[in-house]
């Protein structure tokens, strides 16, 4: 549940909440496994907006491409169910971070069961020269500093 989610003392945790839509379930009703990757994805957006950065800001020139990720399914989601997005900060580099995201679904009792947790793996980009190609960037210490407040441990670089 979202409130057993270890962070240190001073760190916050970022939580959005949707429902699970039905074009979002298989033939079971049941949420796929690749709608959950788009609900992370709505969370970090919000996440990152709320720290006056986007996701994707090209007249700025700023991409977050996903270095890696990874996922535990932990019990099925169906339509209808509310859930709570929630991330947290695992690791803040010089060019890249982890992002540590947590989804729960409220029961009719009021009470959460976790559905899904794992991480994702971000860098921050810039265009490199033509054709599209990209190359990392160190992240702006602004935003470096917005992130500090959701960090789950003290490791920085």
């Not at 996903?66 to 339509?79: A, E, K």
């Not at 009470?111 to 599209?132: C, F, M, N, P, Y």
Request: hydrophobic share 40%; with cysteine; proline share 3%.
């Amino acid at each position: 549940m979202l409130k057993d989610i270890e962070v240190s003392s001073n760190a916050k945790l970022f939580s959005v909440s949707k429902n699970v839509e039905f074009c979002e379930t298989d033939m079971a009703g049941i949420a796929h496994f690749s709608n959950i990757f788009r609900y992370v994805e709505y969370a970090e957006t919000r996440f990152f907006q709320q720290g006056g950065m986007s996701i994707c800001d090209p007249a700025k020139d700023q991409k977050w491409p996903i270095l890696s990720v990874n996922c535990d399914f932990l019990r099925p989601m169906t339509f209808g169910d509310e859930i709570l997005i929630a991330i947290n900060v695992g690791r803040i580099g010089t060019k890249s971070l982890v992002l540590n995201f947590f989804i729960c679904k409220k029961l009719s009792d009021g009470r959460e069961e976790d559905v899904s947790r794992g991480q994702l793996t971000v860098i921050h980009a810039k265009a490199s020269g033509e054709h599209g190609k990209i190359a990392t960037a160190e992240i702006p210490p602004d935003f470096k500093s917005y992130l500090r407040e959701y960090l789950a441990a003290a490791d920085c670089d």
